[in-house]
Each structure stands twice: as structure tokens, then as C-alpha cells.
């Protein structure tokens, strides 16, 4: 045991590490000297990964609103730009594939910084030995939904790695869009009295890919639901005054959304379990599946944190899109705990409702 | 045998082809039913898979340019938006990295629109296991060329993919750019009377990295060119009255790019082999490899396509900037022969330098 746990502690210490001589990494490698399936989780280490590792090298003015997407301002405009890339597996499930998911993936990330969308950028990593009519399949899907969002795909990049060194296809979508004057969407903004809306039934994304995973049958079967939010928000922005924050609670789910939120505007969020809209099935597989329903990703449902006065309009709005039928108020913003987001369950009780800790369901999206 | 071919008949015949019901692929399945590492190489099999895959799917005003980036016009401002996806192996190598290089990419596409840099997303594709050592360093020398560059990183995204489906790390690079009034750069441009300039030294990129991967030593280390060409574009276009064509020779060398210049202006493109500038110890591994330095592709290199009036300042104030040192003509823009490169060989002869069929260097950038 000795020589072993000497190597150990020897290579716990990092003494000989070369990266020292460029200045030491801020995350402690004592604990985390690998990057582990949590980094991509979008909870609790993929915020240390960014806010310790990431941030700090590049800090800008841009970069520190933590936004979906970044806003910047040239000739009189207020531009939206955002990135994704997509990992999805498997890259075909019900309701969907990479190449959709990929579409809607930046239309969404945009579309929470208010912006109307203009065009997009497609990098695609593909595997030696993908099969031809499965990318042919993903592009027609990728033009199908660029043309229902309204979005042009003008610029590409396609790589090609050997067998082993990728899953099949991986997607990177980049957007670009235009932010209408007077809004100013972002999460800083939510203030107490503010109400809380998710646009539909919770956690469908996660547990439609782990079905197909884990070979789960239901009665009917669960589709993924991505979709194209930008229609959903223009009718909400139509509707409403002024809207504070909007955000699509994609890896991680509508907590690990809505702490980040709670951290960044330095408030309380307060939900009702009660009130969080769950269809049955879904619930059952989270069950049977031992997964929180709270973190699990959504791909078609957006949080919309409004003013108690913007409320009853663009709650009636939204359950007139097709997208936001199922729209329900699910919690406040207080001054109470500010930084934590807190529920009362549907016993009565009231917990903390933390980030993501570790991963629930790796390459989701 | 005959149970074997007649498999293979059926499997060639596409009879029972799941994609026939979405509309028959373009490229021919007979031939590649599944993605080579060709279609990654940036010559004639890229081309295929984009010219009959997916530009049909997209086709707008934007992607017909076929440039290095999408130029659109919002708010009375031309932008330049492009995106590059790197999956070099080995991500270290002598004189860079997978982090330089993907930002030195995208900084160089948008160069070749004559655009000044403004905003880079990067988007990561992390392996599970991967040193964190490892990524900060890649992390830091990103840092270090978007300042040298001038460019501000300003939205980003990680995701991590389960050990052993992907290679260490993947960056996507996306960026925008303005474009200056007056210039009008792309690949359409070339014109008979046209003067072909290279910048310096070809095929050092894709050299150091084959030295790498293969062990061969020389007395001095070949490193990578790797460099933010805007700069150097900067200086070019204030010595120019019109600069036609900019582009920069990555994956697949110059003469991929320069034939899908001529075939994209519809004009020959005849070059002296002499005139190419050629580092002693690049030709020396050249020839060790078997590699044709024309296809072998560089990352700090640009080809200029300019009017024979420009050619005299255009040359001198490349001559003048660290990064053009050995700036030379190499070639000349005829209508003889439209959409084919010839050469004048060093023995006297007279032949066609064809794109790049096949892959000679994976993974390059």
C-alpha cells in the first residue's frame, strides 16, 4: 500500500505540476484534476468550471451579465450573439434529433435575451463511418427547423475525426440576432414581488432521451419537446410591459435555472410545488427512474420572471400559444435568502432547491 | 463468396433505404455510405459534401459566396460572421495549440472578408478524463491570442462527453466582424491580369504537426505558423486601392483554395513552382512523408489576389510586416483554362494541381 498511496499524496501535491509555471489553475486540482461528466451537467460544477476557470480569463463587459447570450451594440443596434454545441446521444429519439435540437438549441438562447432571430453558423464534428443518410437526415431536420424558426443558416465548418475519437455527430450552432429597442431582458433584473411562470409541463426533453436509453415503454410514448421558443416570446413581449428575465432552464432543469438567477439578481425564489405543471407519465418515469423532476432538462419550455402588474397579461398570452398552454405561475421572487431558491412541497413542508450537484443524465443535449 | 456479394449488392442497392422516404441523398450512397475522413480534408470530397449536401438544403444569399465567413448587412453596417469547429491532434504541438489555433482560426476567416475583428464565441467539447491542467492551458492560451488579436471572447459554452467519445477537447470558434466601407473581398473577384501573392513559407502547419504525430526530429524544431492574420490584412488593405481576393490556405493547402477560387470566378490560375516560398526543412520532411507541400496546410499563411496596379504596394507593405516577411508572387489570374490551377514545374514542365482527393492529414486543425 505505501509506494502506492505515496504516488498519491505525490501527485495530490502537484509540485511537479508544469501548469504552475503559467500560474496556478483556481480550481483545486486536489479535488477535481480531471474534467469529470458534472463539468457539462449544468449545475453546480459546470458554474465553478465557468466562473472559476473561464470568467476570469476572458472578464468583459459582455460576458459578465451571464446571460444565455452575449449583447453588444454597433452602428445605433443592440446585438444578440450565443453559442451551443450538442452531444446528444442517442442523436435520433422521439420527438426529435441533434440536428433539430441543435436549431432550436441557439434560437432559444437568443430568444431569452429578447432578440428576434436573424442567422446562424453550423460546425459539425462527424465520425469516420457515420452513416451518410443519418447526416443527410439531421441536415434535412436542421433545414425543416431554421425554416420554422425563421432563421437562416449562413455559414459552416465540417470536420472529420477518425472511428472512436467522436460519437457520430456532434453539432456546434452559433446565432446572431437583433434586440428591438426597450427591451432589456436579463437575469439581474428579477426584484422582489416578481412572479415566476414556466410555460409548460416540466423535465419531457430528459426523460424522453433516458427512455429511449434505459428501453423504458410507456402507454404512450414520451417525445422530446424542442421547440422554437422566439414565437412564444414575441407574443409574450407584445403582451407585456416590461419583461424582466426570461430563461430556457435547458441541463439542469428549471432549479439549476432559477438558482442561477437567485444568485445572480442577489433575491429569494420562492416555488410552490404544487403549481409546477408535470404531466403523469413523465412523473412516473422520474419515478421508476429515481430521477428529480426539478432537474431534469426541458427543451421547449421557457421561466419568464415578470412584475406583479405584467402578470395576468402575459400569463393569458401565453396560454394562448400553442407552446404555452400548459403556462402556470409557479412562485415568487422575495428579499428573503437572497442568492436561494426555496419550495414549499406539495406536504407543506419548505426546502432549499439547490443547483445540480453532480449529473443526472449526461449529453442530454 | 456468393452469400458475401450478393450482401453487398443488396446493401449497395439502397432498395431498402430508410432516407428514401425524406427525399434521396445527393451524394451517390453507392459510393460513400458512410463519412470518410476525406470529407474532412478540405478538397474535392469537403467539397462534395457541401456543395450537393448542404448549401441545396440552405441555399441563400448569404451562403452562395461560398467565403470563408457569411457577410450581412443590418443597421446600414456590413458584418462578417464565420464558424470553425478544431479537433487537432495532439492538441500541444511545437508552436501552438488546439486553443491558439481556434481562435487564430476564426480571427483568419473573418480577415478574409477585410473585416476588423469584434466578438468570438468558444464552445468546448470536453473528453471525461481530461487533465484539468491540460484544459487550463489551453484555456489561458486562448486568453492570450484573442488579446493579441485584438478580439473579445464574449459568450461560450462547455459540454463533456463520457470518456473515450471524443479525443481530449473540441473547440468550436464562431466570430463577427465588421467590414469597413468600400472593401469588397471574395473569392468571385479574381480577374485575368491578377497577380497571386503568398505570404511566406507554405505547409509549415500541417508539417509540424505530422512531426509530431510521427517523431521525426530535425536540427531545428518546425513549428507551427499559427497566427492572427488581421493584422497583417489590416496593413495589406490600407497599401491596396481594391484588394480582389483574400484567403487563407488551411486544410488542404493553397491549391485547394486557389482552385475553388478559379473555379468559383470561373478563371485559370497558372503558378511557378519556383516562386513558392518552401522552408528547406519542411521540403525535407515533405519528401520523408511522401506529402506534396501545396496540400499540406498552413495556419499563419494568406493568398492575395490583387490587380497588377496594386501588386507593387501590396507586396511591399506585406514585405514590411513581421507576418509577410517572404511575401512572394507565386502565380497569375488568366482565362485560359477557367476553374483549373496549372503550374510551371521547376524542370520546365506544365501541369494541373488539382484539389486535394483523398486525406493526407487528418485531424490538422
Given at each position: 500500500?505505501?509506494?502506492e498511496?505515496?504516488?498519491?499524496?505525490?501527485?495530490?501535491?502537484?509540485?511537479?505540476?508544469?501548469?504552475?509555471?503559467?500560474?496556478?489553475?483556481?480550481?483545486?486540482?486536489?479535488?477535481?484534476?480531471?474534467?469529470?461528466?458534472?463539468?457539462?451537467?449544468?449545475?453546480k460544477?459546470s458554474?465553478?468550471?465557468?466562473?472559476?476557470?473561464?470568467?476570469?480569463?476572458?472578464?468583459?463587459?459582455?460576458?459578465?451579465?451571464?446571460?444565455?447570450g452575449?449583447?453588444?451594440?454597433?452602428?445605433g443596434?443592440?446585438?444578440?450573439?450565443?453559442?451551443?454545441?450538442?452531444?446528444?446521444?442517442?442523436?435520433?429519439?422521439?420527438?426529435?434529433?441533434?440536428?433539430?435540437?441543435?436549431?432550436?438549441?441557439?434560437?432559444?438562447?437568443?430568444?431569452?435575451?429578447?432578440?428576434?432571430?436573424?442567422?446562424?453558423?453550423?460546425g459539425?464534428?462527424?465520425?469516420?463511418?457515420?452513416?451518410?443518410?443519418?447526416?443527410?437526415?439531421?441536415?434535412?431536420?436542421?433545414?425543416?427547423?431554421?425554416?420554422?424558426?425563421?432563421?437562416?443558416?449562413?455559414?459552416g465548418?465540417?470536420?472529420?475525426?477518425?472511428?472512436?475519437?467522436?460519437?457520430?455527430?456532434f453539432?456546434?450552432?452559433?446565432?446572431?440576432?437583433?434586440?428591438?429597442?426597450?427591451?432589456?431582458?436579463?437575469?439581474?433584473?428579477?426584484?422582489?414581488?416578481?412572479?415566476?411562470?414556466?410555460?409548460?409541463?416540466?423535465?419531457?426533453?430528459?426523460?424522453?432521451?433516458?427512455?429511449?436509453?434505459?428501453?423504458?415503454?410507456f402507454?404512450?410514448?414520451?417525445?422530446?419537446?424542442?421547440?422554437?421558443?422566439?414565437?412564444?416570446?414575441?407574443?409574450?413581449?407584445?403582451?407585456?410591459?416590461?419583461?424582466?428575465?426570461?430563461?430556457?432552464?435547458?441541463?439542469?432543469?428549471?432549479?439549476?435555472?432559477?438558482?442561477?438567477?437567485?444568485?445572480?439578481?442577489?433575491?429569494?425564489?420562492?416555488?410552490?410545488?404544487?403549481?409546477?405543471?408535470?404531466?403523469?407519465?413523465?412523473?412516473?418515469?422520474?419515478?421508476?427512474?429515481?430521477?428529480?423532476p426539478?432537474?431534469?432538462?426541458?427543451?421547449?419550455?421557457?421561466?419568464?420572471?415578470?412584475?406583479?402588474?405584467?402578470?395576468?397579461?402575459?400569463?393569458?398570452?401565453?396560454r394562448?400559444?400553442?407552446?404555452?398552454?400548459?403556462?402556470?405561475?409557479?412562485?415568487?421572487?422575495?428579499?428573503?435568502?437572497?442568492?436561494?431558491?426555496?419550495?414549499?412541497?406539495?406536504i407543506?413542508?419548505?426546502?432549499?432547491?439547490?443547483?445540480?450537484?453532480?449529473?443526472?443524465?449526461?449529453?442530454i443535449?
Open positions: 500500500m505505501l509506494p498511496s505515496t504516488a498519491t499524496s505525490r501527485e495530490r501535491s502537484n509540485g511537479d505540476d508544469p501548469g504552475a509555471l503559467m500560474g496556478a489553475c483556481p480550481l483545486p486540482l486536489t479535488e477535481y484534476q480531471e474534467i469529470v461528466l458534472a463539468h457539462g451537467s449544468g449545475g460544477l458554474q465553478q468550471l465557468i466562473q472559476q476557470v473561464l470568467l476570469p480569463q476572458f472578464r468583459n463587459e459582455f460576458l459578465d451579465v451571464q446571460h444565455d452575449a449583447v453588444f451594440s454597433e452602428a443596434t443592440r446585438f444578440a450573439f450565443s453559442t451551443d454545441s450538442f452531444v446528444v446521444s442517442p442523436i435520433f429519439f422521439p420527438g426529435g434529433d441533434i440536428g433539430k435540437l441543435a436549431v432550436h438549441g441557439t434560437v432559444n438562447d437568443l430568444a431569452m435575451c429578447g432578440a428576434r432571430p436573424l442567422y446562424l453558423s453550423a459539425f464534428i462527424l465520425e469516420e463511418g457515420l452513416p451518410m443518410r443519418d447526416f443527410w437526415a439531421v441536415v434535412l431536420s436542421m433545414r425543416e427547423a431554421a425554416a420554422a424558426s425563421g432563421v437562416a443558416l449562413v455559414t465548418d465540417t470536420k472529420v475525426v477518425d472511428r472512436g475519437k467522436a460519437d457520430k455527430i453539432i456546434n450552432t452559433s446565432g446572431i440576432d437583433v434586440i428591438p429597442a426597450g427591451v432589456n431582458i436579463h437575469p439581474g433584473r428579477a426584484q422582489p414581488g416578481d412572479k415566476v411562470i414556466v410555460s409548460g409541463e416540466i423535465a419531457v426533453h430528459g426523460i424522453a432521451i433516458m427512455s429511449v436509453r434505459e428501453g423504458l415503454e402507454e404512450t410514448e414520451i417525445a422530446s419537446d424542442t421547440a422554437a421558443l422566439n414565437g412564444l416570446v414575441h407574443t409574450v413581449l407584445a403582451a407585456a410591459t416590461d419583461i424582466h428575465v426570461l430563461r430556457d432552464p435547458t441541463r439542469g432543469g428549471i432549479t439549476s435555472a432559477l438558482s442561477e438567477i437567485a444568485q445572480r439578481a442577489r433575491v429569494g425564489i420562492y416555488l410552490e410545488e404544487a403549481n409546477i405543471p408535470l404531466g403523469e407519465e413523465v412523473k412516473g418515469a422520474c419515478e421508476i427512474l429515481g430521477l428529480d426539478l432537474y431534469v432538462a426541458n427543451e421547449g419550455k421557457l421561466l419568464a420572471i415578470v412584475s406583479a402588474d405584467d402578470l395576468a397579461p402575459v400569463l393569458a398570452a401565453m394562448a400559444h400553442p407552446l404555452g398552454e400548459k403556462a402556470m405561475v409557479i412562485g415568487s421572487v422575495t428579499d428573503d435568502h437572497p442568492g436561494l431558491v426555496c419550495m414549499k412541497t406539495r407543506g413542508g419548505i426546502r432549499i432547491v439547490d443547483m445540480l450537484s453532480g449529473e443526472q443524465l449526461p449529453r443535449c
